[in-house]
C-alpha cells in the first residue's frame, strides 16, 4: 500500500511539473504592451511641447521624443516661462534678425550672436540683473494682481521678481522658495487675472498674425505680461518666435485703442 501512494504521489509531482513548465518557458516578446510609445514632442531647450515631430518653434531645434510618463512634466517644464522679447541682448546689444536663442538655467535668452553671448557668460549675474530690470519696468504697468499670490497679502511694498522672463510680485522675499517648488500653479493665477484685467479691452477683434481670421475665444495666451487672443495654435507659435516683433503691434494697437 505505502508502495502504491509513493508511485501515485510521483505520478502526480510528474504531471504537476509538465502543467507549469510550459508556463515557465513561455517568453513573451518585452517590446508588447509593456513598451512606453512616445505620444509627444518636447524641445531639447524645454521651450515647447507639441503632439508632433518637427522643429521648436521658438528655438528651432529638432523637437525630441518623450514617453508616455513624462507628458505631464514636459507640460509643466513649458508652461513655467515666457520667451525672451527684449529687442536687445542681455547685454545691451541689438538682436538683429536671427538672434542666437540659448537656454540659461532653464530661462530662454536670445543674443546678437556667438561672441555676444560668450560676453554674457563672462558676468551672467550682473547681465541678468540688468535684464530683469527692463522687464519689471515693462510688465509692472500690466501686472494684475494686488496682493501676494502666495499669502494673499497686500503688495504694499513688493518684491518684484522675475522669473524665466515672467514679472511676479510677493508680498516678501521668503515667499520666493515656495513659488519656485509649483511655478507652474502659479503662472496660471496669474495668468487668469491677466486675462481677467484685459480682456474686454482687448484691441483687437481679429488675430494679430492672421489678420483676416477672427479670434476663436479659445487660444488666449499671457506673454510678456500681455494678454494676446488668437485664431489658432499655430498663431501662438508664431508669436513665441518673434515675440519682440508681436508684442510691439500689440502695444501700439493698445495705444491707439486708449
Do not use: W
Amino acid at each position: 500500500m505505502r508502495k502504491l501512494n509513493l508511485l501515485a504521489l510521483l505520478i502526480a509531482l510528474l504531471l504537476a511539473g509538465l502543467a507549469i513548465t510550459p508556463v515557465l518557458a513561455h517568453d513573451h516578446d518585452s517590446s508588447g504592451t509593456a513598451a512606453k510609445h512616445a505620444t509627444k514632442y518636447a524641445c531639447p531647450m524645454g521651450c515647447k511641447t507639441m503632439d508632433k515631430p518637427g522643429k521648436c518653434p521658438v528655438c528651432g531645434m529638432q523637437m525630441e521624443a518623450l514617453p508616455d510618463d513624462a507628458d505631464a512634466d514636459a507640460d509643466t517644464q513649458a508652461a513655467s516661462g515666457d520667451p525672451y522679447y527684449l529687442t536687445t541682448s542681455p547685454t545691451g546689444r541689438p538682436l538683429g534678425d536671427k538672434p542666437v536663442i540659448d537656454d540659461y538655467n532653464g530661462r530662454q535668452l536670445r543674443f546678437a550672436s556667438a561672441e555676444d553671448e560668450a560676453q554674457f557668460n563672462k558676468n551672467p549675474d550682473k547681465y541678468l540683473a540688468q535684464v530683469d530690470k527692463k522687464i519689471i519696468a515693462d510688465q509692472a504697468p500690466l501686472y494684475p494682481l494686488t496682493t501676494c499670490p502666495i499669502t494673499g497679502e497686500a503688495l504694499d511694498s513688493p518684491v518684484d521678481y522675475v522669473y524665466n522672463n515672467r514679472l511676479v510680485r510677493f508680498c516678501c522675499a521668503g515667499c520666493i522658495s515656495e513659488f519656485e517648488a509649483d511655478p507652474a500653479k502659479y503662472l496660471t493665477l496669474l495668468d487668469a487675472a491677466a486675462k481677467k484685467a484685459q480682456v474686454a479691452s482687448y484691441p483687437l477683434d481679429h488675430c494679430l498674425v492672421e489678420t483676416n481670421e477672427k479670434i476663436d475665444g479659445i487660444h488666449d495666451n499671457i506673454i510678456a505680461g500681455r494678454l494676446f487672443r488668437f485664431c489658432c495654435p499655430d498663431c501662438v507659435h508664431e508669436v513665441e518666435a518673434d515675440p519682440a516683433k508681436y508684442i510691439s503691434q500689440l502695444d501700439a494697437a493698445r495705444a491707439h485703442k486708449s
